[in-house]
């Protein structure tokens, strides 16, 4: 089985050095790419079926598409590398900054060249102080050795490119309102259209994607988008996926995998199954903004039609697994507290509903329930879904709660009529 | 009249260099208030009124994106800052247990600083370091897989 992205990253958990890159074929992808005309690469990122990492699943070079290009086009314009990985329970990209930062660096220089991007940024969470010391010493040696700055390799292409490390805020994540925060606004969301393909970072022609996914591209440009899709057990996508798994599970980790592996795969080959004395009770399997699914889904495959189907969302691939000692409306309090922090307060559903579903679930927690609270957060959860809000963290933030009143419903009738939650212990 | 400068030459002149890729100075603000508050410790509102002038905003302009943001800290801080994940993935391994510990030998509750400004104590969001919860950063230093029992070494080490 291949693993493109991770299997040169070190056990010792230090990053590759650029010799080593380029030793392991680094940078090959972008001397490939310089050979062919833009249009070219973007075919080839198109035909590949690589689909977006952050969470949506857009085809990549379909996102490329829609950047104007030729003379005319509008300058500069912008490559922005979505590194601020804030959803809790999502640890994926810290995997790819830290060991390979070359990799990703050399996959926004060759989606750079496609686009005709001349300034790029990596957008960084903050809480990432090791990677980003890593990130900064890689741009360091690829300006170097003449991957970045002028006339790259001899070419007459150039790209800029430097590091922001942001200052925390979930927000940021959302790809419209993390052009704002570089541009050192507030980072509320903006307006769609237009969307950052066309107008994005101080008005012009914006691709942001995630790191993961900028990280694919290099593989594919050395090696095609036919062995790029011949990596996958997935019809809808290409390639390996990075899978996660935190919680009372043997072994939590981060595994590439084919893009479409099992999630009973994932959770007992991989993960090692629970923990001694826990039982599985229900899974988020892409992040906090996923819907719980259950113990007899195993069997679907982690791509991104197979998962909707199955009434959830692949979201990042990292599941965070919900044993059977864990309160479920603590679990959901827990989540929606962070969503009613992180909310930016745009707009009212979100402003006003998070907040509200986090003090009833909190009532419930401390034995303070009603049975009309059921019908309330039943409520919140139409109230902040998608068309209704601004931006897509209020429905995201709905999506662990309507899943959990659907299959956890005993326990919050449970902790309504009992005046307790039977988990807490002392 | 002369008032002290809380804003150093030194952090001037850091902010300064910030302006050189960028199409105008506000979009320095946010990388502005990190080094503020990487020479002040926090940013105060006399440290704002300085910015001011400097990135060519007002100073409520300043204020709102400051106040926007989980790490730049509006109000003062100890010399070392303890960020404690409460966020999902911690709170299943027993991030309550770690707080009720830190609680109990600091002596004080979130939001709070030790009277010999050692700690300041604070939640935070999840640290993106789930598999190895639970999980907290002292001002830069992550610890992970942690157990009340660690707790007292780890404060150990910082003055
Ligand atoms: C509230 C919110 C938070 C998000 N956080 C992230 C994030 O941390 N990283 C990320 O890559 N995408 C995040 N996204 C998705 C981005 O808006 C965007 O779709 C993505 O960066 C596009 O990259 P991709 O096409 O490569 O997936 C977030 C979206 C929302 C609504
Ligand atoms: S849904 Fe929430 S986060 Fe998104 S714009 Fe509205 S208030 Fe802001
Ligand atoms: S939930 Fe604590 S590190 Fe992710």
Redesign the pocket.
């Known amino acids: 089985m291949e693993r493109p992205l991770t299997e040169h990253i070190k056990q010792d958990g230090t990053p590759l050095s650029l010799k080593e890159y380029e030793a392991v074929g680094g940078y090959q992808g972008l001397r490939n790419a310089l050979k062919v005309s833009p249009a070219d690469v973007m075919n080839v990122v198109k035909d590949s079926k690589l689909r977006?990492?952050?969470?949506?699943g857009?085809p990549?070079g379909v996102?490329w598409s829609f950047v104007p290009m030729g003379d005319n086009a509008p300058s500069p314009k912008y490559i922005v590398a979505?590194g601020?990985?804030?959803?809790p329970g999502t640890f994926k990209d810290r995997l790819l900054v830290e060991g390979n930062p070359h990799q990703l660096i050399e996959g926004m220089i060759i989606s750079a060249y496609a686009i005709g991007a001349s300034m790029s940024y990596i957008f960084l969470r903050w809480a990432y102080h090791e990677a980003a010391k890593r990130i900064q010493y890689a741009l360091n040696e690829a300006y170097e050795a003449g991957y970045l700055g002028k006339n790259i390799l001899g070419s007459p292409f150039s790209l800029e490119m430097d590091l922001h490390t942001s200052v925390g805020r979930?927000?940021c994540?959302?790809?419209t309102a993390l052009l704002n925060a570089l541009e050192g606004k507030r980072a509320n969301p903006r307006n769609k259209p237009p969307f950052p393909q066309v107008s994005g970072l101080f008005g012009k022609p914006t691709i942001?994607?995630?790191?993961e996914?900028f990280s694919n591209i290099p593989h594919i440009l050395a090696k095609g988008a036919q062995w790029y899709i011949s990596l996958s057990k997935s019809e809808g996508g290409g390639g390996t996926k990075l899978y996660g798994a935190s919680g009372k599970v043997k072994r939590p980790a981060i595994w590439e995998l084919p893009l479409g592996t099992t999630l009973g795969e994932v959770i007992e080959e991989h993960a090692g199954g629970m923990q001694d004395g826990y039982k599985l009770r229900g899974l988020l399997p892409g992040g906090a903004s996923t819907d719980f699914l259950t113990p007899d889904q195993m069997n679907i495959k982690l791509d991104f039609e197979e998962v909707a189907k199955a009434g959830s969302r692949m979201g990042t691939g990292t599941i965070i697994v919900m044993d059977d000692k864990t309160c479920p409306v603590g679990m959901c309090l827990n989540l929606e507290q962070f969503f009613a922090q992180e909310s930016c307060g745009w707009c009212t559903p979100c402003r006003e509903g998070l907040p509200w579903t986090a003090k009833i679930l909190l009532a419930l927690e401390e034995g303070n329930g009603k049975p009309e609270d059921i019908d309330h957060l039943t409520f919140q959860t139409h109230y902040n879904a998608p068309g209704n809000t601004f931006?897509?963290?209020a429905p995201?933030a709905m999506e662990p709660l309507q899943s959990a009143l659907k299959h956890f419903r005993e326990d919050f009738d449970e902790h309504i009529h009992t005046h307790r939650c039977k988990y807490q212990h002392g | 009249m002369v008032t002290a400068q809380v804003i150093s030459n030194e952090a001037r002149q850091e902010i300064e260099k910030l302006f050189h890729h960028l199409p105008h100075k506000q979009a320095a603000c946010i990388d502005a208030l990190k080094i503020v508050q990487k020479y002040n410790r926090w940013v105060s509102d006399e440290a704002l009124q300085e910015l001011a002038p400097i990135l060519e905003m007002s100073v409520h302009e300043i204020d709102s994106v400051a106040t926007f943001y989980n790490i730049i800290f509006r109000r003062p801080v100890g010399r070392h800052v303890i960020l404690l994940c409460n966020s999902v993935s911690c709170w299943i391994m027993g991030y309550e247990e770690i707080k009720k510990a830190l609680k109990d030998k600091l002596k004080i509750d979130f939001g709070m600083t030790t009277k010999d400004d050692r700690f300041t104590f604070l939640p935070i969001p999840c640290l993106g370091t789930c598999d190895h919860a639970p999980a907290m950063i002292i001002d830069e230093d992550l610890y992970r897989d942690l157990k009340p029992d660690q707790l007292d070494e780890i404060l150990a080490k910082y003055e």
């Open positions: 977006g990492r952050g969470g949506a857009f990549t996102k979505n601020d990985e804030m959803e979930y927000i994540g959302e790809e942001v994607n995630n790191v996914t931006c897509a963290l995201g």
